[in-house]
């Protein structure tokens, strides 16, 4: 069975930036997982925030230009570099993956969940 952990948030100043590490586990073939992260409010909904897959990366428009997803495939970890951090970026963060090659938006379609690393930002 396919296990992640996720880990790297903390407390920063607005302007800051954090790197999110998510550690893959359980299948040879993990190098080959569209891997996203998803972030959530209390009382809000979970959201994408950036996902890699083996044809590329996406973001959400709130964070683009300023989060950077990559992939070491040797080591099966993804990471969220994190910059220019605002208050609104603070939630948990959440890495993923379905166990398939191609990203989704749907945070109902992944089976598999990191278990949350908090951000956040102050003011």
């Known amino acids: 069975q396919v296990r992640l952990s996720d880990s790297g948030g903390g407390l920063v100043q607005a302007g800051g930036s954090l790197r999110l590490s998510c550690e893959v586990s359980g299948s040879t073939v993990a190098d080959m997982y569209a891997i996203a992260w998803f972030r959530q409010v209390p009382d809000q909904e979970r959201e994408i925030v950036s996902c890699i897959s083996m044809t590329g990366s996406t973001y959400s428009d709130s964070v683009k230009g300023r989060f950077a997803i990559s992939r070491n495939k040797d080591t099966y970890t993804v990471f969220l570099q994190m910059n220019n951090l605002k208050p609104e970026d603070t939630a948990v963060y959440y890495c993923?993956?379905?166990?398939?090659?191609?990203?989704?938006?749907?945070?109902?379609?992944?089976?598999?969940w990191g278990q949350g690393t908090q951000v956040t930002v102050a003011s």
């Open positions: 993923a993956t379905d166990r398939a090659p191609a990203c989704e938006d749907d945070p109902g379609k992944y089976g598999y």
